[in-house]
Nanobody
Framework: QVQLVESGGGLVQAGGSLRLSCAAS????????MGWFRQAPGKERNFVAA????????NYEDSVKGRFTISRDNAKNTVYLQMNSLKPEDTAVYYC???????????????WGQGTQVTVSS
């Protein structure tokens, strides 16, 4: 089992920045690929970014490329999502997730956090 707890969400103006954190506990964190997803009201949960176990391989959804950066610190059992140049359409609940394989589909992930709200005002 892996327990995940997100933090760092909040209200920010368009063009601003936020850094989300996801703290993991349980089985060895460094064995897992980590992903960030987001879900806006009335919409499906969509892929945002993912990172492999070492941090050397990352993958991003097209709309966040160049604005968001995923990273991890295995010594702290934490994965981060640095979000810059935020837009109102980035407003959603953001979830981190853990999986044994790199994936972009939410159904592929085994463990999920409770989510953190990000609201971007125009």
């Amino acid at each position: 089992q892996v327990q995940l707890v997100e933090s760092g969400g909040g209200l920010v103006q368009a063009g601003g920045s936020l850094r989300l954190s996801c703290a993991a506990s349980g089985r060895t964190f460094s064995r897992y690929y980590m992903g960030w997803f987001r879900q806006a009201p009335g919409k499906e949960r969509n892929f945002v970014a993912a990172i492999n176990w070492s941090g050397g391989v990352t993958n991003y959804e097209d709309s966040v490329k160049g604005r968001f950066t995923i990273s991890r610190d295995n010594a702290k059992n934490t994965v981060y999502l640095q979000m810059n140049s935020l837009k109102p359409e980035d407003t959603a609940v953001y979830y981190c997730a853990a999986n044994v394989n790199m994936a972009t589909m939410a159904a592929a992930y085994d463990y999920w956090g409770q989510g953190t709200q990000v609201t971007v005002s125009s």
